[in-house]
């Protein structure tokens, strides 16, 4: 009773505030989804993925033998906070606020998601992209994958297991491991070249870049504030020379590390928009981020010019022969065209419906992964679950979002770019 009267004054509060001025009432709401945020990252070691707000804000740590997750009275904060939110009248909100508004909306409803998952409730896998991600991912079936792999046959006709033959013919993309610092590096300085012509990066903008091993993904980008990120790449499987730039550019510049700048710089600092100090990875924003980042790759590096780049700096940098490499990226494209195997697989794997090694088998036959790299998907697909749908179907909104929304004209590109990646935004924004 005593929490029911609580909550009952508090929305009380609100309702007495202006119509007009609504910064208290977003600034009180923003304090408490941080600080819930906060405290389900307690329980969940990957949940915050960043955050750089106020040191009194963090819950104190938990006790060691105290780690078993209060489900109710965290569903009880989101509650809350879903509720002041919907005394907000938003026909009296400006088109910031608006975006402001449905921001905070569908990223509670992930938190609360999440909340549950790890309280222990089961979602199937489109319930679980729906409310944590704000996306039903599309279904394709197995004839689509099948028809992509003919075609692939024919491109590398030969004996022997279609798997085993690409990864023969990716053998010389290979980066040598003591060429990666310096192949990468100089990416990363054409990527950042490359964005610095249409957008303003802070003054102090930087970040440091680490190879590590015994991690389930391929590169992450490390956000710590203030302009900064520890940029980090795994070396586990052999990294091929087109990672170099789709590593730069995703995880570097123009996409991770200069989002989480602009975020910051527009979001926390000019609006003191404080739910942005905090960046919940089980949440829409993630579509977003992984979407432009992804997108981010070919509008920094149009096709022919990463191409051009690669064959002529960084083929040599790595001492690689760049005489085949049309057909490298002519097999490429029909890879990446492959991708969404993944996401079935994942999906078939997160709902029972198929074993550890059957899922492996089928990455090996369908997503044309040796079984070293497929065991690899499974790992990631056991620590981070659905979030795979975040790269391809993220990258598909984005990209429709981008091509409804600006022409051929590179400047306006980068505007509409820079406008995703600086305002608050979530996937249903895009197709509506």
Not at 65 to 71: F, S
Not at 119 to 137: A, I
Not at 171 to 188: H, Q, R, S, T
Not at 356 to 379: C, G, M, P
């Amino acid at each position: 009773m005593k929490k029911i009267v609580i909550i009952s004054l508090l929305i009380g509060l609100f309702s007495c505030q202006s119509t007009i001025n609504y910064k208290q009432s977003f600034n009180l709401i923003a304090e408490k989804y941080v600080k819930l945020v906060l405290e389900v990252g307690l329980y969940d070691p990957y949940f915050v993925d960043a955050y750089y707000g106020p040191e009194e804000w963090k819950p104190a740590s938990l006790e060691e033998e105290n780690t078993k997750i209060p489900t109710e009275s965290l569903l009880d904060k989101v509650a809350l906070i879903q509720a002041l939110l919907e005394k907000i009248n938003t026909d009296e909100l400006d088109e910031n606020l608006k975006l402001r508004h449905i921001y905070l909306t569908k990223q509670l409803i992930a938190v609360k998601g999440r909340i549950e998952l790890i309280g222990g409730r089961n979602f199937s896998f489109d319930q679980e992209t729906k409310v944590l991600y704000d996306v039903h991912t599309p279904d394709y079936a197995v004839e689509h994958f099948e028809e992509l792999i003919a075609e692939l046959n024919t491109i590398l006709p030969g004996e022997g297991d279609l798997t085993d033959r690409l990864t023969e013919f990716k053998e010389d993309f290979i980066i040598p491991k003591e060429k990666l610092e310096e192949v990468f590096n100089v990416a990363i300085q054409e990527a950042k070249r490359r964005t610095k012509q249409y957008i303003n990066l802070p003054d102090n903008e930087s970040f440091v870049l680490e190879f590590v091993s015994d991690k389930p993904w391929g590169g992450y980008n490390w956000y710590k504030g203030n302009n900064f990120s520890l940029i980090q790449v795994n070396t586990d499987l052999p990294i091929y020379i087109d990672r170099a730039i789709d590593l730069a550019a995703h995880e570097g510049y123009p996409g991770h590390h200069v989002y989480n700048c602009l975020l910051e710089s527009n979001m926390v600092k000019t609006n003191n928009w404080m739910e942005f100090s905090v960046y919940p990875l089980y949440s829409p924003q993630s579509l977003i981020a992984e979407g432009t980042a992804n997108y981010g790759i070919e509008i920094a590096f149009p096709f022919e010019e990463k191409i051009k780049f690669e064959k002529e700096v960084l083929y040599p940098l790595a001492g690689l022969d760049s005489s085949k490499a049309e057909k490298y990226y002519e097999v490429l494209d029909l890879v990446a065209k492959i991708s969404y195997v993944r996401n079935a697989a994942a999906k078939a794997y997160l709902n029972g419906e198929k074993t550890k090694e059957e899922t492996i088998d089928w990455l090996v036959k369908y997503a044309l992964r040796n079984r070293e790299s497929a065991a690899q998907s499974l790992k990631f697909f056991e620590a981070y679950r659905t979030y795979i749908i975040n790269y391809n179907v993220g990258l598909d909104m984005v990209r429709n979002y981008m091509n409804k929304n600006s022409d051929n004209n590179m400047e306006e590109k980068w505007k509409v770019f820079e406008y995703l990646i600086s305002t608050p935004q979530v996937p249903s924004n895009l197709v509506e």
